[in-house]
């Protein structure tokens, strides 16, 4: 499975991706201790990331949790990660969790990754309802909900607690599958 758009790719993880994701982390990692800590100490070193990679290849062949990346086309340079995580089916409900690379920020790249994405989570995947939890000064990320027709519902208390952080309020945003 190949998700193509503009000059980015969006692919399932695989197991071989250890390397490039722990370059990702270690570049990216004032980006990700708050809102990632679990992924960034995953992938703090590449054995460790290979050791994440295997494992979340394994989650997706189960349906546990389903973790892709975006890669450049001309270079394959790794922009970005997105999970489709917390999934209930009974529900058929999921959530969202991103980030980018510094170096791709603001291009927009998220927002078609997200757009594409929820046509996968929708179509192939068979959810209803997908989420994305986000916190208020998070403006970016609020655009990537709010530019894919994610509808505000409410303010979760104490929802999140960072690392050394008093547990934050989070925003939740849902988006649902408008079957015709």
Not at 16 to 22: L, R
Not at 32 to 41: A, D, I, V
Request: glycine letters at 4%; one cysteine or more; a negative charge.
């Amino acid at each position: 499975m190949q998700l193509n758009f503009g000059s980015y790719h969006i692919i399932p993880i695989h197991p071989k991706d250890g390397w490039t994701i722990c370059n990702y982390c270690v570049a990216n990692e004032d980006r990700l201790k708050r809102y990632f800590p679990k992924t960034l100490e995953q992938n703090l070193t590449p054995d460790l990331s290979n050791i994440f990679a295997a494992k979340k290849a394994k989650q997706f062949e189960a349906k546990k949790e389903f973790l892709f990346t975006i890669k450049e086309n001309e270079t394959n340079i790794l922009v970005g990660l997105v999970y489709i995580k917390e999934i209930d089916w009974n529900k058929k409900q999921g959530e969202f969790a991103y980030s980018i690379d510094y170096n791709f920020e603001g291009k927009g790249i998220m927002t078609e990754a997200i757009n594409k994405l929820s046509e996968y989570a929708f179509e192939t995947l068979g959810l209803e309802t997908l989420q994305i939890i986000v916190h208020k000064t998070n403006i970016a990320s609020l655009k990537v909900a709010e530019n894919n027709n994610f509808t505000w519902i409410k303010t979760l208390n104490n929802e999140f607690t960072p690392p050394g952080e008093n547990p934050l309020h989070m925003e939740l945003y849902e988006l649902y599958n408008e079957i015709e």
